[in-house]
C-alpha cells in the first residue's frame, strides 16, 4: 500500500480509501466488521464515511468495526444531507454543521474528525458562513481538515480565495467522481487542484461497479448489482461510449491476468493528480479483491490504451486555445534563427 500525502497538508493516508456507504445496506455488523478488518490488515489506514449513509448507519457500524484501532486511521465524514423534516436540517448554514459535525461524532465513538467534507453544494448559504463554521470546528478541535465534494472549479477556487483572504481554514482536498467512464474533472478540476495544492480523492472509480468485472458490453442491468436494485448506480455521467471503454477494459485485464475492477482501479490511482480512491464493499471478499489495485502499476503500454479509449473530447475553450504556444512560436521570425 502506498500512502500520499493529502494536496499540500502533511497528512498522510492510503491510497487506497474504504468507502462505507454498504454498511447498513448490503453488509450488516458482523460483515463490516470483517470488511474492516480485511482492510487494515491490508493496510488501509483511509476510510470514509457520512451522515447520510443510511440515515447515520454507516457512522454508527463504521465506529463500532473500527473500536481502539480507530486512533491509527484517517476517518472522513460529511454533511449537507437532510437529517431531518426541518428547514434547517441539511444544507451547509453554520446552524445545520455545527449540529451535524456532533452528531457524527456521537455516531462514530470518537472525538474529532480527521476529515470533515461538505457533501454538496448550498446555494442558499454563502462559502463565508461555511468556510467560517468549519474553521470554528478545527480551532475547537473537532476536526482536523476539511474539504469539499462535487464542486465545480470556479467554487473551489472562490472558497479557496476566501479562506486565503480573510485567515480561515482551507480545503485539503476535494472529493469528484471520477473513472474511466467519467473523466470530467479533468477539463477543469484537476488543474485547479494542482495550481492550489488542493487533493485529490475519487468516488465511484470503478463506476458503480459497471467495471467491477460483472458487466459486459451492452449490458445495462445485471442481477444482484446497483443497476438491477436502482441504488447508487452513476450511470447517467458515463460517456456514450462507455461500453467501448469496457470493452477495452476487459481485454486489459485478460492481457494482465488481473481482475477488471484491479485493473480499473490501478488506473485512476496512477493518474499523478489522484491522492486516493474510495472503494466500497458488501464483503470482505470484495473488499479483499479491490485491495490487490495497491503496490503497483500499470504497464505504460496498457495504460496508454486505456487512455486512449476512455480520453474525452475536449470542450471550449480548452478545445479551441490548445496550441496556441506552438501557433506563437511559429510565427516568430528573427534574425540568426535556424531554419526549418
Not at 455516531?107 to 468549519?134: C, K, N, Q, S, W
Request: glycine letters at 10%; charged letters at 25%.
Amino acid at each position: 500500500m502506498e500512502y500520499r500525502r493529502l494536496g499540500r497538508t502533511g497528512l498522510k493516508v492510503s491510497e487506497i480509501c474504504l468507502g462505507t456507504m454498504t454498511f447498513g445496506h448490503g453488509a450488516d455488523q458482523a460483515e463490516a466488521d470483517r470488511i474492516v478488518a480485511t482492510s487494515l490488515d491490508a493496510g488501509v489506514t483511509f476510510f470514509d464515511t457520512a451522515n447520510a449513509y443510511n440515515a447515520g448507519v454507516s457512522e454508527t457500524m463504521l465506529g463500532k468495526a473500527l473500536g481502539a484501532r480507530r486512533r491509527q486511521t484517517v476517518v472522513a465524514s460529511k454533511a449537507f444531507n437532510p437529517m431531518g423534516p426541518g428547514p434547517n436540517d441539511s444544507g451547509m448554514s453554520r446552524s445545520h454543521i455545527l449540529e451535524a459535525v456532533d452528531g457524527s461524532l456521537k455516531r462514530l465513538g470518537t472525538d474529532y474528525l480527521d476529515l470533515y467534507y461538505i457533501h454538496h453544494v448550498d446555494i442558499e448559504t454563502p462559502l463565508e458562513e461555511m468556510l467560517r463554521a468549519f474553521d470554528d470546528l478545527v480551532r475547537l478541535g473537532k476536526v482536523r481538515y476539511i474539504a469539499c465534494s462535487n464542486y465545480e472549479g470556479w467554487r473551489l477556487m472562490e472558497a479557496l480565495w476566501i479562506s486565503d483572504t480573510r485567515g480561515f481554514e482551507r480545503f485539503a482536498c476535494h472529493q469528484p467522481q471520477y473513472s474511466l467512464v467519467v473523466r470530467d474533472i479533468e477539463e477543469e478540476i484537476v488543474s485547479a487542484c494542482q495550481l492550489k495544492g488542493v487533493g485529490i480523492v475519487c468516488w465511484s472509480p470503478l463506476a458503480g461497479g459497471f467495471l467491477g468485472g460483472r458487466y459486459r458490453p451492452g449490458e445495462a442491468k445485471v442481477a444482484g448489482t446497483r443497476s438491477a436494485e436502482g441504488w447508487a448506480y452513476p450511470s447517467k455521467y458515463f460517456v456514450p461510449n462507455a461500453d467501448a471503454v469496457l470493452a477495452a477494459l476487459l481485454a486489459a485485464s485478460a492481457e494482465l491476468g488481473r481482475s477488471p475492477a484491479e485493473v480499473a482501479l490501478r488506473w485512476v490511482l496512477d493518474r499523478p493528480f489522484v491522492t486516493g480512491a474510495i472503494v466500497g464493499a458488501r464483503s470482505a471478499a470484495q473488499a479483499a479483491q479491490s485491495m490487490k489495485a495497491a503496490g503497483w502499476r500499470l504497464p505504460q503500454a496498457i495504460d496508454k490504451k486505456l487512455d486512449d479509449a476512455s480520453a474525452p473530447p475536449a470542450r471550449y475553450p480548452r478545445s479551441m486555445e490548445t496550441g496556441m504556444d506552438q501557433r506563437r512560436a511559429a510565427a516568430v521570425k528573427m534574425p540568426g534563427m535556424a531554419k526549418p
